[in-house]
């Protein structure tokens, strides 16, 4: 079941916010509604891995709980590591096996290990947690609100990555009898706004990505047009199908009136590489900066060390997207980015803004070549063909005009979740296009299968 499926939106969502609200100020009725909700959905995609995420979810608390009782960091330090084996098992062993057997000429034969759904993200939340705890400062939370916390299901599959004091407060806020029908209002219109941008732009766009890289993965010529129409469309396609998730996700959890924070603030306008990664999947910045670039001595440790903690953090911030290679290079192409950002910035460059716009926009281009890419063969031939090496070439472009509105929107228009949360003020008449809207997507996804997000995979 999918945000962008005709089920959820006129079946789940509907039923989950009349039994939310049907519990009034009964905190704890509306929490077991949240997570009997949020399993539903989770089993709705397969339901053999519900008892993992129960399972999960209920060691980190009770490790979590036994450090309350006692004390001692070794039950956080063994619900990391739990959290970590369980992450390495499902989502890297066989590339793990797959390259220790390439080291003594053997071939790997895949073990039939399923990626389960969101594992990326609701780990990420779990060593948080356990992590906050051991630094001190934060209370051992209750069951019902920690699997509240770890499972809700706006952001269970693709974040945002939420931290516990972000969200377990607003569990403890007294709800009114009545309806909150503003958070309402403008959850579903930044909803809408997400549901646009997937199912009206990102997946009409995806048609040329799609047939360009596939093309190259046969090793044939794309040229000049077609290696940039590729790698531009794929720019815009990430980002509005990400993006897109993320305005749906926070939109519904206000619809519970939950904020979440946001995740993506116009990226595509950044002036810097480190300006970029302040506004890109600005949640998972932050946990790679504090849990992985601070602990690793951040700018603590001499110019030297920085660079190299930079380094490192990207490169695992390259894997945590997948067990492959090229997510690895693209993960330390952007590592290599940084640190000549800084060194640049403290050396006291400066280029005017339109080339600083226009030089990082390039780079984060070609790195999208690395992260679609299925291997580096593929990468290679069609950064080849930007470069020119293939000659000029030709393509038509699938949906041109869609394209082009999808650029308008990307470069020109706002930040959508500051847009729509900020500065939108509920009134009546915004009802009418909005719900027109919301009417044409869903008629647009029709009654079929929708297509899944970019970042489920991850």
């Not at 992590?131 to 499972?151: N, P, Y």
């Not at 009114?176 to 997937?198: C, N, S, Y």
Request: charge should be positive.
């Amino acid at each position: 079941m999918l945000f962008n499926s005709q089920l959820f939106l006129f079946a789940f969502l509907p039923v989950v916010l009349a039994a939310y609200y049907a519990c009034g100020t009964a905190r704890q009725a509306r929490l077991l509604v949240l997570v009997i909700a949020s399993l539903t959905f989770y089993a709705s995609w397969n339901w053999h891995y519900v008892p993992l995420l129960v399972g999960l979810t209920l060691l980190n608390w009770l490790l979590s709980n036994a450090y309350g009782r006692s004390g001692r960091k070794a039950w956080l330090t063994a619900g990391v590591v739990a959290n970590l084996a369980t992450l390495c098992v499902f989502k890297y062993a066989n590339f793990l096996a797959t390259n220790i057997d390439a080291l003594f000429g053997r071939v790997h034969t895949p073990w039939p290990i399923l990626l389960p759904l969101g594992i990326s993200f609701f780990v990420f939340q779990k060593i948080a947690y356990l992590v906050d705890l051991r630094r001190g400062g934060w209370r051992i939370h209750g069951l019902l609100e920690f699997f509240a916390f770890v499972t809700f299901f706006p952001q269970l599959i693709a974040g945002p990555i939420v931290r516990h004091t972000e969200i377990v407060p607003q569990f403890d806020r007294v709800r009114p009898t009545e309806t909150p029908m503003q958070d309402i209002a403008r959850g579903l219109a930044l909803f809408t706004v997400g549901l646009a941008k997937k199912a009206g732009l990102a997946d009409s766009i995806a048609v040329n990505p799609d047939a360009l890289f596939a093309l190259a993965a046969t090793g044939q010529p794309l040229g000049l047009a077609g290696g940039w129409a590729a790698s531009f469309c794929y720019t815009l396609q990430i980002y509005l199908d990400f993006s897109g998730y993320s305005d749906m996700a926070i939109g519904l959890a206000l619809m519970f009136g939950l904020k979440l924070p946001f995740n993506f603030n116009a990226p595509y306008n950044a002036a810097s590489l480190r300006d970029f990664w302040h506004r890109w999947h600005m949640t998972l910045s932050r946990f790679l900066r504090d849990y992985v670039y601070i602990p690793l001595g951040g700018n603590r440790c001499g110019e030297g060390r920085q660079m190299l903690n930079l380094a490192a953090t990207m490169l695992l911030g390259g894997l945590w997207h997948g067990a492959a290679w090229t997510f690895v290079a693209w993960g330390g192409l952007h590592g290599v980015g940084l640190a000549v950002n800084h060194l640049w910035q403290r050396a006291g460059g400066r280029l005017p803004g339109f080339a600083g716009w226009l030089l990082t926009l390039l780079f984060v281009i070609a790195g999208w070549v690395l992260f679609r890419a299925p291997d580096f063969h593929t990468a290679w031939h069609m950064l080849g063909a930007m470069a020119g090496l293939q000659g000029i070439g030709h393509v038509h472009v699938r949906n041109a005009g869609i394209v082009a509105l999808a650029a308008a929107c990307v470069f020109i228009g706002p930040a959508s979740q500051a847009a729509m949360l900020d500065r939108l003020q509920p009134r009546w008449w915004l009802a009418v296009p909005i719900g027109a809207a919301l009417a044409f997507l869903v008629i647009l996804v029709g009654g079929g299968i929708p297509s899944e997000f970019i970042y489920f995979q991850f």
